[in-house]
């Protein structure tokens, strides 16, 4: 069960409002909107919906506005600027600057088979070091079992642009039951299509055309700006659908 209550920048998280997990030896996980002072502060530093799952042991600030803060473990939807020497210049967010994706950081990679980007390709990775101090960097494989666990170059496709409240609803588990976005699972039943959902506000969709593809970027857009319930996701399929 997830609790909530709203919070400022700067507001200080008292140790009894964390979760208090079953199982003792599971870590705190300090999700996005949060910062981690040691020796045990934690600080919000956006504002928007305090979330505690005690099943989990976890806890973050839900929040539609404001910039993006990377976080280790977050998945990004990445813009290849420059390739140096050794890394990929990317940027995950318009307000920040680049994060640094190193050449061998792919499944199964040499530094005679590392991938080729050209400026503007899009790369799906996980962000590995997330620091005030310094840019974050990025990886596309599992340093655990050297899988790529579906990151990598994505082609084809359009990119869109979504709120960071959003993105976090499509990453859940099941958007459908827990973050009550309905309208995809209403298209797919229709058309099928591939996204890719960035923790950085940013959705790739790939499907037969573009015209297909334009429909459910509009569809996700749309629930999203328009703060649509089920039923009017449902309404808002059908016209899509209608239409192609």
Excluded at 44 to 52: K, R
Excluded at 96 to 109: I, Q, R, T, W
Excluded at 150 to 167: V, Y
Aim: charged share 20%.
């Amino acid at each position: 069960m997830v609790l909530s209550s709203l919070v400022l920048p700067g507001d200080s998280i008292p140790p009894g409002a964390l979760p208090t997990p079953s199982n003792p030896s599971v870590p705190l996980k300090v999700g996005p909107g949060l910062r981690y002072f040691p020796p045990g502060t934690i600080e919000p530093v956006v504002a928007g919906e305090l979330c505690i799952d005690h099943r989990k042991n976890a806890v973050w600030v839900e929040s539609n506005g404001g910039r993006y803060i990377p976080t280790v473990g977050d998945l990004v939807l990445a813009v290849v600027h420059r390739s140096t020497s050794d890394s990929f210049s990317c940027s995950i967010s318009p307000h920040m600057s680049p994060a640094s994706l190193p050449h061998l950081a792919f499944a199964g990679v040499t530094r005679k088979t590392r991938p080729q980007f050209n400026p503007g390709s899009l790369v799906y990775a996980r962000v590995s070091l997330a620091n005030k101090h310094m840019d974050p960097e990025l990886e596309c494989v599992n340093p655990a079992t050297g899988k790529s666990d579906g990151l990598g170059g994505l082609t084809g496709g359009m990119l869109f642009d979504i709120s960071l409240g959003m993105s976090r609803r499509l990453m859940m588990p099941n958007p459908s039951a827990q973050g009550s976005v309905v309208v995809l699972d209403e298209i797919a039943e229709k058309v099928p299509f591939e996204v890719a959902v960035g923790r950085n506000g940013r959705v790739w969709v790939d499907a037969e055309g573009v015209a297909k593809t334009l429909a459910v970027g509009r569809a996700i857009q749309e629930t999203d700006k328009g703060n649509l319930g089920v039923d009017e996701q449902r309404k808002l399929a059908k016209r899509l659908l209608r239409d192609l």
